[in-house]
């Protein structure tokens, strides 16, 4: 099982970022996957989840301005990231399965003028 | 939204030391917790999950257990390569939410 992130880096106030996290080493399709973030020297905190049939939920936080996606075709999983703010900066994680079995090595993503 | 309490904040430990890390949830989330052990710059690694179950690959001086609200992870003897953050989380209600974390430090 492998999960890599990408995507992450400097990025304005307002602006917009699009997060990947390819998936190898199982079926990726048959299973739900979580975004959680970890801002500078914080904790855990999660954001927003997939199931395998594609329906989604978020945390309030992030609810309107993220949207997770993915493509099965390519096993891969997005977080398109939008109208961001300074307390969005963090590592981004990608999490396989509802209850979070195995975790990508995250990207992070600095929300800064 | 439901809050994991988590103490303590930090533990300075010896080796071959028992130590207890606990969450308290503010309302019921049954058998739905899980426990995560961080070591720096690294992503979390799935240690315990539904409260006592010992992940695939996890040396079995790790344990969890739950009493009542009270969910507690349990490193007994413990090594020099345990010595990390530890995070518990519920996911037993939207939003899934964590502990604050308890750093272990070495005396």
């Known amino acids: 099982v492998q999960l890599v992130e990408s995507g992450g880096g400097l990025v304005q106030p307002g602006k917009s970022l699009k997060l990947s996290c390819s998936a190898s080493?199982?079926?990726?399709?048959?299973?739900?996957m979580h975004w959680i973030r970890q801002a500078p020297g914080k904790g855990l905190d999660w954001v927003a989840y997939?199931?395998?049939?594609?329906?989604?939920v978020y945390a309030d936080a992030v609810k309107g301005r993220f949207t997770i996606s993915r493509d099965n075709a390519k096993n891969t999983l997005y977080l398109q990231l939008n109208s961001l703010k300074s307390e969005d900066t963090a590592i981004y994680y990608c999490a396989r399965r509802w209850y979070f079995d195995f975790w990508g090595p995250g990207t992070m993503v600095t929300v800064s003028s | 939204d439901i809050q994991m309490t988590q103490s303590p904040s930090s533990m300075s430990v010896s080796l071959g030391d028992t130590v207890t890390i606990t969450c308290r949830a503010s309302?019921?989330?049954?058998?739905?917790v899980n426990w995560f052990q961080q070591k720096p710059g690294k992503s979390p690694r799935h240690m315990i999950y539904?409260?006592?179950n010992l992940a695939d690959g996890v040396p079995s001086r790790f344990s969890g257990s739950r009493s009542g609200s009270d969910y507690s992870l349990t490193i007994s003897s413990l090594e020099s390569e345990d010595v990390a953050d530890y995070h518990c989380l519920q996911y037993d209600e939207y939003p899934f939410t964590f502990g604050s974390g308890t750093k272990l430090e070495i005396k």
């Open positions: 309302q019921d989330v049954g058998i739905y």
């Open positions: 080493g199982f079926t990726f399709s048959s299973y739900g």
């Open positions: 539904r409260a006592t």
């Open positions: 997939i199931s395998s049939s594609s329906g989604t």
